[in-house]
């Protein structure tokens, strides 16, 4: 009788081994850390690809231009915490150094109707794109995208114990869809075919 309960003691517990492991699930792939990303500068990295909608910006009816301010920035706290409130939106509007994680801005502008497409060189040290809205009734919610730049692995070599891995900055696309009176997600229905480079 203690054979048999012994016995079955072990079966049950291989079993219970096997199911763990087979349960546990793969641990997802290591991201590199920041310090082996050179985020150095590189001409045209950044596209913005805009459609305005034909009314754009309404104010009393009519449509109007609409002020687009681009950051490029070294982190996103600043930005994250200017949207939290009407004063910091009033800042990020004006387009300026709001603090020292601005690395660069430019004001952009898109009329009713327009499409296009434009390349900016992404600067050294820049990991996020902002894009605010100029809104005449805008809210900071509806009115702003902020964009990580993506990392990329690179993997150089044929023999397969020595390629060569390396992870570094890859090219930004931003899909901008102006409505009358706040961003909206997704790709422009139209835009150029040509380039615009600022």
């Known amino acids: 009788m ?17 199911c763990s492991g ?21 001409p045209d ?11 754009l910006n309404e104010h009393e009816g009519e449509p109007s231009s609409l002020m687009l301010c681009v950051y490029e920035l070294a982190t996103r ?7 939290a409130s009407p004063e910091g939106f009033a800042e990020l509007l004006a387009c300026g150094r709001f ?7 430019r004001r952009l502008f898109s ?32 009115s702003a995208r902020v964009v990580a ?18 992870h570094e900055p890859g090219q930004t696309i931003i899909p901008i869809r102006l409505g009358p009176a706040e961003l909206m997600g997704g790709e422009p229905p139209q835009a150029q075919l040509g380039r615009q480079s600022l």
């Not at 730049?149 to 390396?166: A, L, N, Q, S």
């Open 149 to 166: 730049v993506p990392v990329r692995k690179i993997v150089e070599g044929w023999v397969p114990f020595f390629k060569d891995t390396r």
């Open 2 to 18: 203690i054979r048999f309960l012994k016995f079955h003691i072990a079966v049950l517990l291989g079993v219970i081994a096997l």
């Open 22 to 42: 087979c349960s546990a699930p793969e641990p997802p792939p290591p991201t590199p850390p920041e310090s082996d990303v050179p985020w150095v500068y590189e």
């Open 77 to 83: 706290e600043g930005v994250d915490k200017r949207l």
């Open 111 to 142: 009329d009713p109707g327009q499409a296009q497409n434009l390349s900016l060189d992404r600067e050294e040290g820049v990991r996020w794109i902002a894009v605010i809205a100029g809104y005449f009734h805008g809210t900071p919610a509806h």
């Open 45 to 55: 990295a950044v596209v913005l690809r805009i459609s305005a909608d034909e009314r």
């Open 99 to 105: 603090d020292d994680s601005v690395v660069t801005s």
